[in-house]
């Protein structure tokens, strides 16, 4: 699976933005799908995740509320929609692919096969 993250930009506190990532191949229906983001200097950190088929989602505490995730298989596209926009969410965004079907591989970066080049967000106050 080849993952191609896309949208990133710069845009003003409170403003939003809609991340894609458009996947390769014919099996991205079989996998969970997550965002994941890297700040200068920090670790890579959770965002949010969805089930293969779209019907559990999952978020961290800090962009519950402001995030939205959602796929459509049949484009083979994940979307993650950032409202509400604050300078802490500056970092470089990636998408990953994750086979596993429990819930709480989700939050974890290892359990992740695959992983897009990574989208950049700035957020401007």
């Known amino acids: 699976v080849q993952l191609q993250a896309s949208g990133g930009g710069l845009v003003q506190a409170g403003g939003s933005l809609r991340l894609s990532c458009v996947a390769s191949?014919?099996?991205?229906?079989?996998?969970?799908m997550g965002w994941f983001r890297q700040a200068p200097g920090k670790e890579r950190e959770f965002v949010s995740a969805?089930?293969?088929?779209?019907?559990?989602?999952y978020y961290a505490d800090s962009v519950k509320g402001r995030v939205t995730i959602s796929r459509d298989n049949a484009k083979n596209t994940v979307y993650l929609q950032m409202n509400s926009l604050k300078p802490e969410d500056t970092a470089v965004y990636y998408c990953?692919?994750?086979?596993?079907?429990?819930?709480?591989?989700?939050?974890?970066?290892?359990?992740?096969?695959?992983w897009g080049q990574g989208t950049l967000v700035t957020v401007s106050s």
């Open positions: 191949g014919r099996t991205f229906s079989l996998y969970g």
């Open positions: 969805i089930s293969w088929g779209g019907g559990s989602t």
């Open positions: 990953a692919a994750n086979p596993r079907r429990y819930s709480s591989s989700y939050y974890d970066a290892k359990q992740y096969d695959y």
